[in-house]
């Protein structure tokens, strides 16, 4: 029988199971491999191989290795890149820390880059391009490969929704000069924070190792931070989360036990010190234990997407579509409602922790959305969806009597 306290919930170490939290655990009593060990190298290894690109670094975030990619870029100062409204500030801050400016492009319907309103928001500073598979949809590749081609615009790609999905049959973070993957606590593989650049082209490779091995560790304090969140997330907040798990939550990144997935000062366009680092071997062991699960992960994400689709078509919501051509991962099911607020209010109260993804065009809701670039008004599409989503789950530890709870929940309120 299930415990009736734990929440069916949407983040909070999704993806992590009985052997990740193990692994962790006995992590915790292994301090001399915390930062120098093989098991990085070993990520990177078999990174490679799965994606079929020829270099792969790892690093301690996806904004770290967005960093990289653009310290190695070396773009002029000033220059502009575009990516989507529609996302998260830290997208768009790792372009303003390199002295760039981030320039927002509306969404389209799938959630993805508008390629028509890309074409109108290209300048003479303009200098690459950064594509988000939002929510594991591939974006449309062959019409973004075409204008970056056409105005000599370097393609990134953001993979952090998004490790598995294809694009024609070929993986997504391929198609671009360089891609950067996330392994955040909520992503499709996790191991609380860590992340990967990718790259085929040779001098781009030689600047971000160089940065790579100038970023240098992070220190065992923050490593330990990382180590118990899987622990004490499964083992002391969750199993009595609707009583008094939420604030055991709260009192411990208060006194920074644990960590937040994202710093108050990124919120205001500023770096904590805590990026850019490398990854850490023990974070390593833990990304390396969730990718020898990604294919299972993602064909149980795609499964789950396949009963929201039988269980939702009689309810009034718009649901993601799937284009042709796609293999989507669905990071996490993206439904729209006009009373989404509402819903999600209420879903809350009753231990369902539906989410909200993106409330604002740069999320979290509280991003002061002038200081990382945005200009209110300048991505309408991006504003009318915030405030109208909802996230429904997908992970791992979510199976079909979770989606009944969820979709019987949303019925009855309507």
């Not at 065992?220 to 002391?236: A, E, K, T, Y």
């Not at 689709?309 to 991962?329: C, G």
Request: aromatic share 12%; glycine share 6%.
């Amino acid at each position: 029988m299930k415990n009736p306290f734990r929440p069916i919930s949407i983040s909070l170490s999704p993806n992590t199971q009985a052997d990740d939290v193990k692994l962790a655990f006995l992590l915790l009593f292994k301090k001399s491999i915390w930062k120098v060990g093989d098991a990085v190298s070993g990520l990177e290894e078999n990174f490679k191989k799965y994606e079929g690109v020829k270099y792969a670094y790892s690093f301690n975030s996806g904004r770290s290795s967005l960093m990289a990619i653009m310290e190695g870029l070396g773009l002029p100062e000033g220059s502009q890149v575009l990516l989507q409204a529609f996302t998260c500030n830290a997208a768009a801050n790792p372009i303003l820390w390199a002295g760039l400016e981030p320039v927002f492009v509306d969404c389209d319907q799938n959630y993805n880059l508008s390629v028509d309103d890309l074409k109108k928001k290209i300048t003479q500073k303009s200098r690459a391009v950064m594509v988000q598979h939002t929510f594991g949809l591939p974006a449309d590749m062959d019409e973004i490969q075409k204008i970056c081609d056409e105005n000599n615009l370097v393609l990134i790609e953001d993979c952090a929704h998004s490790l598995g999905a294809e694009y024609k049959g070929r993986r997504v973070g391929t198609f671009g000069k360089a891609a950067f993957f996330s392994f955040g606590r909520d992503k499709m593989i996790s191991c609380v924070y860590g992340g990967m650049a990718v790259t085929d082209d040779e001098h781009l490779a030689k600047k971000i190792a160089v940065f790579q091995e100038e970023a240098g560790y992070p220190g065992n304090g923050w490593v330990l931070q990382q180590l118990l969140h899987p622990v004490l997330m499964n083992w002391f907040i969750l199993p009595t989360y609707s009583i008094i798990g939420k604030y055991k939550l709260v009192a411990l990144q208060w006194f920074h036990v644990l960590s937040k997935a994202i710093h108050w000062k990124e919120k205001r366009g500023l770096k904590p010190d805590y990026f850019p680092k490398r990854l850490p071997n023990a974070l390593a062991i833990l990304a390396q234990n969730q990718f020898n699960k990604l294919e299972r992960f993602n064909n149980h994400r795609r499964e789950i997407a396949e009963l929201y689709y039988r269980e939702l078509k009689k309810i009034n919501f718009v649901m993601p579509s799937n284009p042709n051509n796609r293999s989507q991962v669905f990071l996490r099911f993206a439904i729209r409602h006009n009373d989404a607020a509402k819903i999600i209010k209420k879903s809350w109260q009753r231990n369902l922790l539906i989410g909200d993804w993106y409330r604002t065009p740069v999320d979290p809701f509280d991003t002061k959305t002038e200081t990382v670039g945005y200009k209110k008004g300048s991505c309408p599409n991006a504003e009318t969806f915030a405030g109208k989503m909802i996230n429904l789950p997908t992970h791992i530890n979510i199976g079909e009597i979770e989606i009944k709870k969820i979709v019987n929940f949303i019925a009855s309120i309507k």
